[in-house]
């Protein structure tokens, strides 16, 4: 399943002053994450993304996604359990005269299908391991 939220932020908003955006999120592993940067944000709109009181994406700590007229998207294996399957987006826009709407998009599967995938792969790489030699 798929979660898309979009976010408007209002322009001259700083970093110290941040937008936050509570993002609800069914339970199990996100798999899959896009944040959509509109064409004229010009790289001024930052956002980053958090779960609990760590910043998830990017991972190092003042990092943050900025850009312009593109979709930065990446796979990943991160599990949300209930009652903590949210995300909070922190966002600020540097622009001082528009707004900018941002894009942030989520793919979830059950944990026990990433358990199954997970598995199966393994099995396949000791199968090649075996009858490469």
Avoid at 54 to 74: C, K, M, T, Y
Wanted: hydrophobic residues 45%.
């Amino acid at each position: 399943m798929f979660f898309d939220y979009s976010v408007t932020i209002p322009f001259s908003t700083t970093q110290a002053a941040w937008l936050e955006q509570d993002l609800k999120l069914s339970a199990g592993v996100i798999h899959h994450v896009e944040v959509g940067f509109p064409w004229g944000c010009a790289g001024l709109v930052y956002v980053t993304l958090w779960h609990m009181d760590h910043q998830l994406w990017p991972l190092n700590p003042g990092g943050a996604f900025n850009s312009d007229d593109e979709v930065i998207a990446w796979d990943d294996r991160f599990e949300l359990t209930s009652p903590y399957n949210w995300l909070r987006a922190r966002l600020w826009n540097l622009d001082d005269t528009f707004d900018h709407t941002i894009e942030l998009r989520f793919g979830i599967l059950p944990a026990e299908e990433i358990a199954v995938g997970s598995t199966i792969d393994k099995l396949l790489n000791v199968f090649k391991k075996v009858f490469r030699a």
